[in-house]
């Protein structure tokens, strides 16, 4: 998780900000979404009614839209325990500055690796939609493929109909795409040499 936040913001606001503040917020930029999104997490949200156990996947609703009302309030994330051999995750966020900016995209991956192949490959992004998101038809690529360039390349086609990104100040529809399939192949590689695998 810890490689996902370096460069937020700077030490003046990293040490009053909040992680669950960052979520919270609902923006499709938060750079908090991924790697919670990669990792399962499930929220746990407390109101005078009780408490309930939100999973992060789906608790954004919309632009600047959550899964919270009024009188809730998020106050702990749980991380189900995850494998720690042949398994490594990867995070980047693409800004022009490395802190105090909003990310143009940010993404995260998580894979495992079994005897040579993908056994799972979880892909999120930020900026791609209009909340972040999980790239299902991505992950389904990766099943149980070879781990080689040929399984990277048809997983960074197949993220394109995970995702829809639109145009803004920051950037175009169409160098967002370009970046998605870029940083798509970059976070994967770097999963992959964190499991100890390699792409070839």
């Known amino acids: 998780m810890c490689c996902g936040h370096v460069p937020l913001l700077d ?19 938060a750079d908090s979404a991924t790697p919670t999104l990669i990792y399962d997490a499930k929220l746990e949200i407390h109101s005078p009614r009780g408490v309930r156990f939100v999973p992060i996947n789906g608790f954004h609703t ?3 839209k959550v899964s919270l009302e009024h009188d809730e309030i998020l106050v702990a994330f749980h ?3 995850q494998p720690k ?3 490594g995750s990867a995070h980047f966020k693409y800004a022009m500055r ?6 143009t995209i940010g993404c995260a991956a998580h894979c495992r690796l079994d005897n040579g192949n993908f056994s799972e490959l979880r892909l999120a992004f930020g900026v791609a939609a209009p909340t972040p998101i999980r790239c299902q038809h991505a992950e389904q690529t990766a099943q149980n493929a070879p781990l080689n360039l ?14 829809a990104p639109r145009s803004s100040w920051r ?10 399939q870029t ?16 792409l070839q």
Do not use: W
């Not at 030490?11 to 669950?20: E, H, I, L, Q, S």
């Not at 990277?152 to 394109?160: D, F, M, Y």
């Open 98 to 103: 490395d802190a105090m900016d909003i990310s």
């Open 171 to 180: 950037a175009s529809k169409e160098f967002r795409l370009h970046l998605i």
């Open 79 to 81: 991380f189900p325990p």
């Open 183 to 198: 940083m798509t192949k970059k976070v994967i590689s770097e999963a992959v040499a964190a499991a100890g695998g390699k």
């Open 150 to 163: 040929q399984t990277l390349e048809a997983i960074s086609e197949s993220v394109l109909q995970d995702v």
């Open 85 to 87: 051999e042949h398994a």
């Open 11 to 29: 030490r003046r606001f990293r040490n009053v900000a909040t992680y669950g503040g960052n979520i919270c917020n609902g923006a499709t930029s």
């Open 62 to 64: 919309g632009p600047g």
